[in-house]
DNA sequence: AAACGTCATTCCACAATATGAGACAAGAAA
DNA sequence: TTTCTTGTCTCATATTGTGGAATGACGTTT
């Protein structure tokens, strides 16, 4: 038989049989629990003596686990040592990096990274919009929670509990003339922003400054960062909230991805 | 070149540029952080070549992680999520058995496996001795904290607060004539516990019965359960304590590790 | 019991594929 | 500049992985 050209774009110069164990590994990992050898054999589309040698290989090496009363396959406790020195390595800016430079060519509007710090979030990275007019805050700027799209987006997966101990400290001091200070209108905002999975800044923090922002997860599913993005009220009228939103969103969720987290609602 | 006969014992049938990867893998997991292709091929022993092929198709399934600023390589994404999918499915129980049995017929004494549930210790599976006289206690059996050695193997390793919140609840009460029942000789029985690994009960909770423990803990170097070997005061007089004890306590460590734990002592 | 079916495991001839020395490129240091 | 060092790529070679088919182990049916 000749060679494969992998029916995928990228097949540069890789090594096959690898490639192949990697994808056992993947189907160990999705399967559930223990997997027969044909069902592995069925879903890789590679034969059963392939499979089995690659997946005895694994095994040896403690990457697979192999169940000698059910004769079923799963991920080895290799697997799981070594991912754990993913997190130890990782790092969220320069992970999110990239993925917020996207997010700024496809909108042309600042990006902001920001992690909560007590009853304040506090921007960690920031990518440039190249609009004269432009949004701007200190890597190190604090804001307050109850005036920022990524703290709102903070607040609103919290408990109610931890929500109103964070804004006691604070008071929700109006800092513009559109800060919310009701709390009752903040609730809404707050449920907004769930259904959404974006939560909104409508001046509430800088005069003439507009923000969307949504959250990055970890493998907890517990929030470890907020991306947002904001411009000009000129730039950013009503009905663009829910594009902007929405980019906004599913870049935070390819952030978690790449970070290794998990959003609250995708259970991949 | 002939065929490399593995210069270990084991090379049946395998995938070596399988293993050759794996190894890779291994290496950038005990690495930490950014290793450089040379240094990952001297500490390999394959030439760069390989090592580059290897490493860029683990990358290219985000096995593994470049960082082309630094020009460094590390753990990726994909080891870490599918690692994930071990904890979903071991199972301590299944995992411990086999080293149960093997401690059982080295010892020739019955081995518990038991884990904490509240105020006692819950046995959750055995491993009979095959003498006439020997140690029993039902899968599903509580036992008072104080009053066994798994349990004051568990005591032990907790914060003073725990610990005193714990035993207030059941009293330290007398169950035979050498129950702890002083605080000062239970923490002077802690303090020996943290110091050998394993904790011993000399007939504190059923006459005759004498016991060595140690504890299995997860990947956060949490204790999950106990492990404990036990039989009659006549096979296991004073100066067997130490030697069966470090057996209690490897046996447990090398537990620990197959569950994909960490001891505290060791960062391995 | 014997015949059949299913599935895991092993074997083996074949050539496709991984291999690694060496060429090349890109920086860094002298 | 030259001279290191280190990463990346190429290519001829045969080692190595491949998968069809045989074997073996069980369980079910006739």
Same mark, same amino acid.
């Given at each position: 038989m000749p060679t494969k050209i992998d029916s995928n774009g990228s097949n540069k110069g890789q090594v096959q049989s690898l490639v192949k164990a990697l994808q056992l590994l993947e189907i160990l990992a999705n399967g559930g629990g223990g997997l027969s050898l044909k069902t592995i054999a069925a879903q890789s589309g590679f034969p059963p003596s392939t499979t089995h040698r690659l997946l005895s290989t694994l095994q040896q090496e403690k990457f697979a686990r192999f169940d000698a009363d059910s004769l079923t396959w799963s991920v080895g406790v290799k697997t799981f040592s070594i991912g754990n020195a993913f997190v130890r390595d990782r790092d969220l800016i320069q992970t999110a990096r990239p993925?917020?430079? =996207?997010?700024?060519?496809?909108? /042309?509007?600042?990006?902001?990274?920001?992690?909560?710090?007590? &009853?304040?979030a506090v921007y960690v990275a920031q990518i440039e919009s190249r609009q004269m007019m432009r949004a701007m805050a200190a890597p190190g700027t604090r804001v307050p929670l109850h005036c920022s799209g990524i703290g709102k987006a903070m607040l609103a997966v919290q408990s109610e509990?931890?929500?109103?101990?964070?804004?006691?400290?604070? /008071?929700?001091? !109006? $800092?513009? &003339?559109?800060t919310i200070t009701d709390m009752s209108v903040m609730r809404q905002a707050f449920a907004d922003a769930l !259904? &959404? %999975?974006?939560a909104i800044d409508d001046e509430e923090h800088a005069v003439g400054l507009r923000c969307v922002a949504?959250?990055?997860?970890?493998?907890?599913? &517990? #929030? $470890? =960062? /907020?991306?947002?993005?904001? %411009?000009p009220l000129a730039r950013i009228p009503d009905n663009k909230f829910?594009?902007? /939103?929405?980019? $906004?969103?599913?870049?935070?969720? !390819?952030?978690? !991805?790449?970070?290794?987290?998990?959003? #609250?609602?995708?259970?991949?």
């Open positions: 993925f917020m430079k =996207a997010l700024m060519e496809t909108t /042309g509007e600042t990006v902001n990274l920001a992690v909560q710090s007590g &009853d304040a509990q931890e929500r109103s101990a964070l804004l006691a400290k604070t /008071g929700m001091r !109006r $800092v513009t &003339d559109k !259904r &959404d %999975g974006y949504s959250l990055i997860y970890d493998e907890n599913c &517990d #929030p $470890v =960062a /907020g991306l947002s993005l904001s %411009g829910q594009e902007l /939103g929405k980019l $906004v969103c599913s870049t935070a969720e !390819r952030i978690t !991805r790449e970070f290794g987290g998990n959003s #609250p609602s995708s259970q991949n």
